[in-house]
């Protein structure tokens, strides 16, 4: 039984991550995402972490893909142009990719971890569940979760002030919002007169 | 179920997200790329928290998603605010940051 819900997790984890490389619809993307997230969360409960996999479902699934899909709705999913600077990216790459999973699966594979090759300790119920992470959280922790915690305050401000609407019409932020939205136009059509000309100075 | 097979599974999600970010350009499906990653991490993460049977590991994967989730708040501003600029969103044009 265990297994079976192995594979049936692995399969869909595996699939939506593929899905989420060659769907070229963003939107589709996000939502193979979003199977991948729940076989995860599979995945975890077979490990018997049930905190992990409700906060993987909760946190991800939940809040992190609700995100995505405002973005992707406001910025629209357009196609990705055929334009490639590298040559033969579209090859190269996948070839990396495997080269990565070879090089990972020979470190697994020969390492000298003996516990590897088992299912892992007999653990008692209450391995995983809400109450020891808490107090693991909040007792052991407590350092790493108040900075975690700190990091997320200073996500959220970044975010605002990234993505703040800055209006052109009021008084005192005219000045401001004029520079900030003027400045990468000129910075973006100075640097290319420049090497010419600094470049026939010394010729 | 072996411990391996998680593990092993972990580094095949892990390799299909890096293949993710190599090939493609819109800046939100690497994002998502990332997200791969970083899940791969966490099921790698709790594999070993299990094979020692310790669940300090599970804390470790939680920090990991906050950390995600900063990342993601941080990454879908910066694409908002690009977008506002009416600048391209693809990284190959975004390139002036290149030296």
């Given amino acids: ?203 | 179920m072996n411990i391996e097979w998680y593990v092993v599974l972990s580094s095949l999600l892990f390799a299909v997200g890096a293949m993710g970010i190599l090939i493609r350009r819109s800046p939100v499906v690497i994002l998502l790329c990332l997200e791969l990653m970083l899940n791969a991490g966490n099921l790698a993460l709790v594999a070993f928290s299990r094979m020692v049977g310790n669940q300090q590991g599970q804390v470790f994967a939680i920090v990991v998603m906050v950390v995600a989730a900063c990342e993601v708040v941080v990454g879908l501003g910066l694409i908002v605010a690009i977008f506002r600029r009416k600048l391209p969103l693809d990284v190959d044009e975004l390139r002036e940051l290149r030296g």
Wanted: negative net charge; hydrophobic residues 55%.
């Fill in chain 1, 1 to 203: 039984m265990e297994a079976v819900l192995f594979f049936i997790a692995a399969i869909g984890a595996l699939g939506g991550a593929i899905g989420v490389v060659a769907l070229r619809n963003p939107f589709y993307s996000v939502l193979a995402l979003i199977v991948h997230l729940f076989s995860l969360a599979v995945l975890f409960l077979l490990l018997s972490s049930a905190f992990v996999a409700a906060a993987q479902v909760v946190v991800y699934a939940g809040a992190v893909m609700v995100l995505y899909v405002f973005v992707v709705a406001y910025v629209g999913g357009g196609e990705e142009s055929a334009w490639e600077p590298i040559p033969g990216q579209q090859f190269i790459a996948p070839l990396l990719g495997v080269a990565i999973f070879v090089e990972l699966a020979i470190a697994v594979l020969s390492s000298a971890l003996l516990a590897l090759g088992t299912d892992g300790p007999a653990v008692k119920a209450g391995f995983g569940d809400p109450a020891a992470i808490g107090h693991l959280l909040l007792e052991k922790f407590l350092v790493p979760f108040e900075a975690s915690s700190i990091l997320l305050l200073l996500a959220a401000v970044g975010a605002i002030v990234l993505a703040a609407r800055r209006e052109p019409s009021r008084g005192v932020g005219r000045g401001s919002s004029e520079h900030s939205s003027e400045a990468p136009a000129e910075r973006s059509e100075d640097p290319r007169p420049t090497p010419s000309h600094a470049g026939g100075v010394p010729s």
